[in-house]
């Protein structure tokens, strides 16, 4: 009947979706957002690519990861995150890994997140689909730290439940 209609309607809006967390209590929950900031060769890199990696920090926690670096093609660290991304998550590295700033990527990526975890509560799912992005690499071009701030800044209103995770580096 319509009134049962509307009556899932309203409960499938009211889902809340389970969101993977890292098994160690004293990290950071996800959703969430962090910038870390060193000089180069500080091993910023190494400490990214450890904490996707380590099942006792966010290993299994994100259903796709994306990198942005301009080291992504040749930094042996990325190579590790790229296996794990082919072999257990079972995705095409090239299109989850990219050696330039790429606005419209980021873009895509996001709306695309919208509208899987739209599908998600549409349908009544309990699980959250999780995405993490890192930006690596850009600190000394000026108009990509521009317009990842400005749309770091942008997105900053939006539900946790649409971004869940976004990294820069």
Not at 37 to 49: R, V, Y
Not at 96 to 114: G, L, R, T, V, Y
Not at 116 to 140: N, T
Request: glycine share 4%.
């Amino acid at each position: 009947s319509a009134a049962s209609d509307v009556y899932n309607r309203q409960i499938k809006d009211k889902t809340k979706l389970e969101i993977r967390q890292s098994p160690t209590p004293h990290l950071g929950r996800t959703p969430l957002r962090c910038l870390a900031c060193a000089a180069s060769f500080s091993g910023k890199t190494t400490t990214i690519a450890n904490m996707i990696l380590n099942k006792r920090m966010y290993r299994d926690v994100w259903d796709a990861i994306y990198i942005f670096s301009q080291s992504v093609d040749h930094d042996g660290t990325w190579g590790e995150v790229k296996k794990y991304v082919r072999e257990h998550m079972g995705k095409d590295p090239s299109k989850h890994f990219f050696n330039e700033w790429d606005p419209d990527a980021i873009k895509k990526i996001i709306s695309d997140q919208k509208a899987i975890v739209k599908y998600h509560k549409d349908e009544g799912h309990k699980k959250s689909h999780q995405i993490l992005i890192v930006v690596d690499d850009f600190a000394d071009r000026p108009e990509v730290m521009h317009q990842a701030v400005s749309y770091t800044h942008l997105r900053a209103h939006e539900t946790d439940s649409y971004l869940v995770c976004r990294l820069l580096l």
